[in-house]
Each structure stands twice: as structure tokens, then as C-alpha cells.
């Protein structure tokens, strides 16, 4: 199964997402909201780029 779709339909729905939630907000909640978006995007990457590097160390200590 391939867990990489095409770059361009993501584009496509994040955009779509983003202009249906902003029809029903006001531009400080938009605001907030995108605010909020980011740090958890943030977060997100923290966490994988700290997991995949405690992944590769293991390794590492493994192959010595």
C-alpha cells in the first residue's frame, strides 16, 4: 500500500479544508486556529525527528 499520495491532492485538500473552516470564522478565531495549527505541527515534528534519532542511536549501539 503506498502511504504517499500525490504531493499536488494534498495541496489541494488542505487548501479546501482551510477555506471551508475559515467560511465560519472570524478573523481572530482564524487566527487562533491557525496559531494552534502550528504549534501542534511544530509539536508533531519535535516528536518524530526526537523518535527517529533515538531509533538511529539504538541502531548505532546495536551494530557495535
Known sequence: MNLCPDAC???YAVNSLAI???KN???KEI???SAV??????TLATISTVC???FMKNNDN???
Not at 495549527?37 to 511544530?42: E, F
Request: include cysteine.
Open 25 to 27: 470564522l472570524s478573523s
Open 52 to 54: 527517529s534519532n533515538c
Open 20 to 22: 471551508a473552516i475559515s
Open 62 to 64: 546495536n551494530i557495535s
Open 31 to 33: 487566527a487562533l486556529l
Open 9 to 11: 491532492n494534498i495541496t
Open 37 to 42: 495549527l502550528v504549534q501542534l505541527g511544530d
